[in-house]
């Protein structure tokens, strides 16, 4: 059975760098086509997707985040990694990895992690 | 960027039928997917590629997607439906994925 475990510290200060880490177990990040991803969620808000990655190195990332992201797997570790620099109070959220599978051309996430809260304050 | 509107809630009472709408441009062009939260839990796919369910989710639960709106419905509401509802899409011609604002369902 597919599981995705987020973890990372629970607290960043203002201008540091986030850096997540997820481990899968139960599928192979370095075959087939899915995607591996992050999605977050503000207190109290909605989703918003952040980017994903195949092993193959095609990387999606969203363009109001483009600037400070970086996304990578390791296919050693079976896991991937969120890193976001410059972090302000308004990248408080939970954090969630996903697996994105493909149908016709569209990525949709069918698995999901459980998710870690990460607060941005010094 | 593309946007996606849901309305903020939706009340229905147990064992009606309860309507949830994502409006965007030209959706019907797009394949569109939902997701299910409860409070404190991560999301979970309740149908994609407009109405397909994946394994284990009810056919209560059923899309469908047309001009410049998609609709998730869920047949025989049930207290166990209360959640946040959230649609998404890919936008082929940025590459990114797109969530609606989300809709809270409430069972009378």
């Known amino acids: 059975q597919l599981q995705l475990q987020e973890s990372g510290p629970g607290l960043v200060k203002p201008s540091e760098t986030l850096s997540l880490t997820c481990d899968v177990s139960?599928?192979?990040?370095?075959?087939?086509?899915?995607?591996w991803g992050w999605i977050r969620q503000p207190p109290g808000k909605g989703l918003e997707w952040i980017g994903s990655?195949?092993?193959?190195?095609?990387?999606y990332y969203n363009p109001s985040l483009k600037s400070r992201l970086s996304i990578s797997l390791d296919t050693s570790k079976n896991q991937l990694s969120l890193k976001l620099s410059s972090v302000t109070a308004a990248d408080t959220a939970v954090y969630y990895c996903a697996r994105h599978a493909q149908s016709w051309g569209y990525y949709y996430m069918d698995v999901w992690g459980k998710g870690t809260t990460v607060t941005v304050s010094s | 960027s593309y946007v996606l509107t849901q309305p903020p809630s939706v009340s229905v009472a147990p064992g009606q039928t309860a309507t949830i709408t994502c409006g965007g441009n030209?959706?019907?062009?797009?394949?569109v997917n939902w997701y299910q939260q409860k409070p404190g839990q991560a999301p979970v796919l309740v149908v994609y590629d407009d109405n397909d369910r994946p394994s284990g989710i009810p056919e209560r639960f059923s899309g469908s997607n047309s001009d410049n709106t998609a609709t998730l419905t869920i047949n025989r509401v049930e207290a166990g439906d209360e959640a946040d509802y959230f649609c998404?899409?890919?936008?082929?011609?940025?590459?990114?994925?797109?969530f609606g604002t989300g809709t809270r369902v409430s069972v009378l």
């Open positions: 030209k959706i019907g062009r797009e394949g």
């Open positions: 139960g599928d192979s990040i370095s075959t087939g086509s899915h995607y």
């Open positions: 990655m195949h092993y193959s190195g095609t990387t």
């Open positions: 998404q899409v890919w936008d082929g011609r940025s590459d990114l994925g797109v």
